[in-house]
T-cell receptor
Framework: SQTIHQWPATLVQPVGSPLSLECTVEGTSNPNLYWYRQAAGRGLQLLFYSVGIGQISSEVPQNLSASRPQDRQFILSSKKLLLSDSGFYLC??????????????FGDGTRLSIL | GQQLNQSPQSMFIQEGEDVSMNCTSSSIFNTWLWYKQDPGEGPVLLIALYKAGELTSNGRLTAQFGITRKDSFLNISASIPSDVGIYFCAGQLRDNYGQNFVFGPGTRLSVLP
């Protein structure tokens, strides 16, 4: 069966520091991968998605970036964090190319607090 | 861009009561999904719907894919305390290969003992 891992679970960083959040998926090949951000008590905001190695689509302009160095690895990064980057970051995956709908499955999230 | 509306935004119910919530959009979707999120955790898939008119159950949960493809509803029967959480609907757009899901803002459910 497929599993998704996100780490770290929580992170406290000072303003202006760099960021690297990692997500890996096991048990499937060529998944679609996604990064979302969720503000406290709010819905999910799609940040990036990827349909293959090195292929990244950005949904929202920001100081964050994403990379997919391997088929089942998705990394969210920043060179200099802002206070507004605080939130709950979720990684998700879905089955790759398919003509029918397939649901997304989420990791347990990373709670990022910027001081 | 496409948006989903969920109602109600929040609800307080007594344990044992039935719950009904819905999700609407001005756009057509070919897949509807319902997720539940517990505090501090990622959303967990409850039910996936792939055909207009489809009615699917998962234990005490029942969801339906609206005939117009622009709405979906979720019912919970005989609510229990562990039903507390945020329920999100999500739609996947037509002619899409899985990379574009639209999420609603969520319905926050509280169950009173």
């Amino acid at each position: 069966s497929q599993t998704i891992h996100q780490w770290p679970a929580t992170l406290v960083q000072p303003v202006g520091s760099p960021l690297s959040l990692e997500c890996t998926v096991e048990g499937t090949s060529n998944p679609n991968l996604y990064w979302y951000r969720q503000a406290a008590g709010r819905g999910l905001q799609l940040l990036f998605y990827s349909v293959g190695i090195g292929q990244i689509s950005s949904e929202v302009p920001q100081n964050l970036s994403a990379s997919r160095p391997q088929d089942r690895q998705f990394i969210l990064s920043s060179k200099k964090l802002l206070l507004s980057d605080s939130g709950f970051y979720l990684c998700a995956w879905s089955i790759g190319v398919t003509p029918t709908g397939q649901p997304q499955h989420f990791g347990d999230g990373t709670r990022l607090s910027i001081l | 861009g496409q948006q989903l509306n969920q109602s109600p935004q929040s609800m307080f119910i007594q344990e044992g009561e039935d719950v009904s919530m819905n999700c609407t959009s001005s756009s057509i979707f070919n897949t509807w999904l319902w997720y539940k999120q517990d505090p501090g955790e990622g959303p967990v898939l409850l039910i996936a719907l792939y055909k207009a008119g489809e009615l699917t159950s998962n234990g005490r949960l029942t969801a339906q894919f609206g005939i117009t493809r622009k709405d979906s509803f979720l019912n919970i029967s005989a609510s229990i305390p562990s039903d507390v959480g945020i329920y999100f609907c999500a739609g996947q757009l037509r002619d899409n290969y899985g990379q574009n899901f639209v999420f609603g803002p969520g319905t926050r459910l509280s169950v009173l003992p």
